[in-house]
């Protein structure tokens, strides 16, 4: 898969960035900030996005997000603040809670791919939070 990397904090940015790779996956980007997200996506579509909740230039993570599901591009949330995801998780596939682990990350990554691969009567791995079913 192709993915974006939505990120402030650098080190996290790296390291998922290396576990992306590890798993076989390419990173077309990362962004710290809204602005760099959505010049990212006027250039290339990614198949995929980790995006955090709150960036360089504030809680703008979400906006990130809308703009992601209005284009369909699938993603998650990664957040240490589970209370700043709306109800209906701004359409995300789900939310990774910070601090995870390399392992909790790849089982969730693995998880995903699987996931837009359209396997089905997939385990959800305990360190991704689904999102509840659309109304």
């Known amino acids: ?19 992306v790779e590890a798993a076989g996956h390419s990173v077309i980007g990362q962004a ?32 990130v997000g809308r703009h992601l599901a209005d284009r ?3 993603y998650v949330f990664i957040t240490g603040n589970l209370k700043r995801i709306p109800e209906d998780f701004v359409g995300a596939i789900g939310v ?3 601090p995870y682990t390399m392992n909790g990350l790849k089982n969730a ?10 396997d089905i009567g997939l385990s959800v ?11």
């Open 109 to 118: 990554l693995e998880y995903i791919a699987r996931l837009l691969r359209g």
């Open 1 to 19: 898969m192709k993915i974006m990397i939505v990120e402030d904090e650098a080190l996290l940015a790296l390291e998922l960035e290396e576990e």
């Open 32 to 63: 710290m900030n809204r602005k760099k997200a959505l010049a990212i996506l006027e250039g290339q579509i990614p198949e995929f996005a980790f995006v955090d909740v709150h960036l360089t230039d504030g809680p703008t993570g979400l906006e």
């Open 96 to 98: 990774i809670e910070k």
């Open 72 to 74: 369909g591009i699938p």
């Open 125 to 135: 791995p305990p360190s991704i939070i689904v999102a509840p079913p659309a109304p």
